[in-house]
């Protein structure tokens, strides 16, 4: 199986492929749009801001490529956040696959970033098989995704947002699966049996 990570300027791709490699799979880190056409599965992560990963997007032309894609692809966290239409973060435009707006966490209310284990609830998609109603993940973010019709996990800071979306063959989640425990690594081997 040819797994592809997308190569640009804001992935956290050691922990990953590590993750990956205990699952069995040799990911490839690759920004040849030709490549991750022919990839069995994409999985595209992401830290940092979204405007700036966004531009390193553009000018490889990597934004026109990962909205074409046919076969399973997974965002995780800020790859799951440039997966929607736009994000409150620097009023970024994003890649518009999912159609949601990206919202800030309101710092008077809580606290940001919003930073650790937390339980989701609400499962819905193949790739949360075996995965049990209030199984904790691992998060660090400052910025959310609302409850939507492509939600298919939802957690509580302390108000609900998507923990996790699906829309065709995108597939995209907020917590970090390769800091996630045995849920994390559940969650990862789901996606590539898709």
Not at 8 to 15: H, I
């Amino acid at each position: 199986m040819k797994v592809a990570i997308v190569k640009y300027n804001a992935g956290n791709v050691q922990s990953l492929t590590f993750a990956l490699n205990r699952l069995g799979v040799e990911p490839i880190l690759s920004d040849d749009p030709e490549f991750l056409q022919s990839a069995d599965k994409v999985i595209f992560p992401g830290q940092g801001e979204a405007s700036s990963a966004m531009k390193s997007l553009k000018e490889k032309g990597l934004d026109q490529v990962l909205k074409s894609l046919n076969q399973p692809f997974l965002g995780v966290c800020l790859g799951m956040q440039l997966m929607c239409e736009s994000s409150e973060e620097n009023d970024t435009e994003c890649l518009g696959i999912i159609p949601q707006k990206v919202l800030r966490f309101d710092s008077s209310e809580v606290k940001v970033p919003h930073m650790g284990w937390n339980d989701i609830h609400q499962l819905k998609s193949p790739i949360m098989n075996g995965i049990s109603e209030g199984d904790y993940l691992y998060f660090v973010h400052s910025y959310y995704v609302p409850v939507c019709e492509e939600t298919v996990a939802v957690a509580e800071y302390p108000m609900a947002f998507s923990a996790a979306l699906n829309k065709n063959n995108y597939y995209a989640i907020q917590p970090h699966p390769e800091k996630s425990a045995e849920a994390g690594m559940k969650l990862l081997d789901n996606f590539l049996k898709l």
